[in-house]
């Protein structure tokens, strides 16, 4: 009977552990989304983009480029797709976050590689009429890249 009643005691107290721990990062989490207007990153308004002040440039000189009025930060820096752009838009939220947050990331920010491919892909999406002549050109030229050329067309400089 006494193991019994040390069986169930064990078992209050891992099942408090674990309430307090579950609660504590729902808590922190649910703060953090909350403080950081995660709501509006759900939607295409660029203004959202430069909630942090390390965007303001971005957001400036995506203003004065010439995709203001055909596109906006996520067309341009999410992939297609429903699943794949909300899945991208929570990995980079957590590491932008993250990086915020400790302060360990590059000033001005750079892009990533994984994400300057997403980029890449977008801009050959839209300029699809184009993008044949261009890899049509000799190999030798080596692969053509449309943000290495061009990299001041979505935020000028």
């Known amino acids: 009977m006494a193991n019994k009643h040390k069986v169930m005691q064990m078992g209050v107290l891992l099942g408090i552990v674990l309430g307090v721990t579950v609660g504590g990062i729902v808590g922190m989490g649910s703060f953090t989304f909350i403080y950081a207007d995660g709501a509006s990153y759900m939607f295409d308004d660029p203004m959202t983009c430069a909630n ?9 000189s995506w203003i004065k480029s010439s995709h203001k009025n055909v596109a906006t930060c996520n067309d341009c820096h999410t992939p297609e797709g429903f699943f ?3 899945l991208i838009k929570a990995v ?4 932008h976050s993250l990086a915020f947050t400790t302060g360990n990331f590059h000033e001005p920010i750079q892009i990533r590689e994984f994400n300057r491919q ?3 892909n977008a801009c050959r999406k839209c300029h699809s009429d184009i993008v044949h002549s261009v890899d049509s050109f000799p190999e030798k030229l080596g ?4 943000i ?3 990299d001041g067309v979505g935020h000028m400089r």
Do not use: V
């Not at 980079?92 to 590491?95: A, I, L, P, T």
């Not at 692969?143 to 449309?146: E, G, T, V, Y």
């Open 118 to 120: 997403i980029t890449e």
């Open 148 to 150: 290495r050329c061009h």
């Open 143 to 146: 692969a053509l890249s449309c």
């Open 92 to 95: 980079n939220g957590y590491n």
């Open 52 to 60: 942090c002040h390390i965007m303001n440039d971005h957001y400036d």
């Open 84 to 86: 794949y752009k909300y």
